[in-house]
């Protein structure tokens, strides 16, 4: 499932139409409809996810509020390296990544990773 795709579901779930939700919440629904659609990444800005989260009723803490974050991560290609402060491991990423693009891992192998890690 993609950002987009989820923050449509949970729009829907709400029975609030894109129209609706554009003017309640004073967004361009243009935007939200490719925001949905997967033609823009999702916001980059913390606020502004926290904003959309809230305008789709999901509370922090909550599984949805994890995935709707973590699913904007992927859409952004960040994986949350942008909230990495130790700056040795910020050194180490670029190698760690290459190594792991070289070695070919198929899903088994990196889940024996994540396991590892």
């Not at 554009?22 to 502004?48: C, M």
């Not at 990495?84 to 889940?111: A, M, Q, W, Y």
């Amino acid at each position: 499932m993609t950002f987009g795709e989820f923050f449509h579901d949970k729009r829907i779930e709400l029975g609030i139409t894109l129209r609706k939700f554009s003017e309640t919440f004073d967004e361009d629904p243009a935007y939200i409809s490719r925001l949905e659609r997967g033609k823009v990444p999702a916001p980059k800005v913390t606020a502004k996810l926290n904003y959309y989260a809230g305008a789709l009723k999901m509370e922090e803490g909550t599984g949805d509020y994890e995935k709707f974050f973590h699913l904007a991560s992927i859409s952004n290609k960040s994986y949350g390296i942008d909230q990495v402060e130790n700056e040795k491991i910020l050194e180490k990423l670029p190698v760690f990544l290459r190594t792991l693009d070289n070695k070919g891992l198929d899903e088994d192998d990196l889940d024996k990773l994540i396991k590892l890690i």
